[in-house]
């Protein structure tokens, strides 16, 4: 973990810092490693242009308004870019090729490219959770669902469940719409931030969350794990699945490679120096269970007291 934050940056981090903040450079690289990722998404067999093309083509405003909450206001650290994406998650394209980026990203968790690498890394993650689950969650809430693909699985996983997605990202919320319609599913979706859901208290049983906190600054991650904690039953568990800081993926990435990933990811630094198992039992939740799941990501799973 230290490797990622206390060092200062080496030469070539220096220098690729300074180069990202020159406008149309960092737009070129952002470009070309946009191209590579589309390529590697076709070597996997997922055709992103189509996909997205097809998307483009649908109405969204009915979908849209049944999903926006028009009373959310959306915190400065939510408005920022993210992921190459100039308005960050509020937009169309962020939502559009949300799932062909998952799907492309996790394709080279296990070193090659498995077009298999997203649903086996869910897998890793509900196997985790379930050595930890006395008994089947009745009542479950998925914290930053974007889209859907990590509520679908806690859907499959316990299909005798209840199933909420949250996310601050309307867009989002729009296409996980319109994949429950395709799906035939039955989850709720709810537009709100997590740090303040509206949920009445100890109303979830289980409360999870895979890859969000990475994207949080330490202060909204805080808040968000006790209203975790409010919304658990006593004895119900908050399970997060994100990358794992210890991992030595990380503390081995060459430096410029770091560099890179936290053009795009503004507040990695902050999620790599948050102490997660210190602020759970701060917030009311006994000591963590810390499962890895892949090789640099981990499952954090905490029983309410
Ligand atoms: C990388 S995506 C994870 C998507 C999904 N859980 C998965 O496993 O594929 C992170 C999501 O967290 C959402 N998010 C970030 N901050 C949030 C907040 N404060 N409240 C609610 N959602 C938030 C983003 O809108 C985005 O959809």
């Excluded at 946009?34 to 590697?40: D, G, K, N, S, V």
């Excluded at 299909?159 to 395709?182: C, K, R």
């Excluded at 202060?219 to 209203?227: K, M, N």
């Amino acid at each position: 973990m230290t490797a990622l934050t206390t060092k200062e940056p080496d030469f070539v981090s220096r220098v690729i810092n300074g180069l990202l903040s020159v406008k149309p450079l960092a737009a070129f690289a952002k470009s070309r490693a946009r191209a590579m990722m589309i390529q590697r998404a076709q070597r996997i067999g997922v055709n992103w242009p189509q996909r997205v093309e097809q998307l483009q083509g649908l109405d969204w405003q009915e979908r849209f308004s049944q999903v926006q909450n028009p009373d959310v206001t959306y915190p400065a650290y939510y408005q920022v870019s993210f992921h190459a994406y100039e308005k960050g998650d509020l937009s169309w394209d962020a939502a559009w090729e949300a799932e062909c980026a998952a799907l492309t990203v996790h394709s080279t968790l296990w070193g090659g490219e498995d077009p298999e690498g997203d649903r086996k890394l869910r897998d890793s993650y509900h196997n985790a959770l379930s050595t930890q689950l006395s008994t089947p969650p009745q009542n479950i809430l998925d914290l930053g669902c974007s889209t859907g693909m990590s509520t679908f699985a806690l859907q499959d996983r316990y299909p005798q469940a209840t199933v909420t997605g949250l996310d601050l990202s309307p867009y989002f919320l729009a296409v996980a719409q319109y994949n429950n319609e395709q799906q035939q599913r039955t989850v709720n979706w709810k537009h709100a931030p997590a740090e303040s859901t509206g949920f009445s208290p100890q109303s979830f049983d289980l409360v999870s969350s895979c890859l969000m906190f990475h994207e949080l600054p330490q202060a909204p991650a805080r808040a968000i794990l006790a209203e975790a904690q409010r919304l658990l039953r006593p004895g119900g568990y908050l399970a997060l699945m994100d990358m794992n800081p210890r991992s030595s993926v990380y503390a081995t990435m060459p430096p410029y490679i770091l560099t890179l990933l936290k053009s795009t990811e503004p507040y990695l630094d902050q999620y790599f120096t948050l102490d997660l198992e210190q602020a759970l039992i701060e917030v009311g939740f006994e000591p963590p269970t810390i499962i890895p799941c892949t090789p640099r990501h981990r499952a954090v799973i905490a029983k309410r007291k």
